[in-house]
């Protein structure tokens, strides 16, 4: 059974910066692809950040580009996402998810991806 679990999420202000972790166990965690989703209250859940199984790859919705850095290391079953420069619109529960298949790169479509995590609370202070 996989499990993912996020942590680092917590109140910050505009303009400050955030490490969110995912550890990862179930299967092998280096031949798949992995993302990160957000959602508010009030709108669906959406695409963060995706990167390759290998972590040659990555991928950004159009907001957070130049500001979030997704990242993975495949020895400890971990997934990250430094973010910087928090917008308040940043806020929101974000969560871990790995793709279907072996290495591929699942892409931005919540439906490409096979385990989620909780969730972790972001909130970004004004």
């Known amino acids: 059974q996989v499990q993912l679990v996020e942590s680092g999420g917590g109140l910050v202000q505009a303009g400050g910066s955030l490490r969110l972790s995912c550890a990862a166990s179930?299967?092998?965690?280096?031949?798949?692809?992995m993302g990160w989703f957000r959602q508010a209250p009030g709108n669906e859940r959406e695409f963060v950040a995706g990167?390759?199984?290998?972590?040659?790859?990555?991928t950004y919705t159009d907001s957070v580009k130049g500001r979030f850095i997704m990242s993975r290391d495949n020895a400890k079953n971990m997934v990250y996402l430094q973010m910087n420069s928090l917008k308040p619109e940043d806020t929101a529960i974000y969560y871990c998810?790995?793709?279907?298949?072996?290495?591929?790169?699942?892409?931005?479509?919540?439906?490409?991806?096979?385990?989620w995590g909780q969730g972790t609370q972001v909130t970004v202070s004004s």
């Open positions: 179930g299967r092998t965690f280096g031949y798949y692809g």
């Open positions: 990167i390759t199984w290998n972590g040659v790859s990555t």
């Open positions: 998810a790995q793709g279907r298949s072996m290495y591929a790169f699942p892409g931005s479509s919540w439906s490409s991806y096979e385990y």
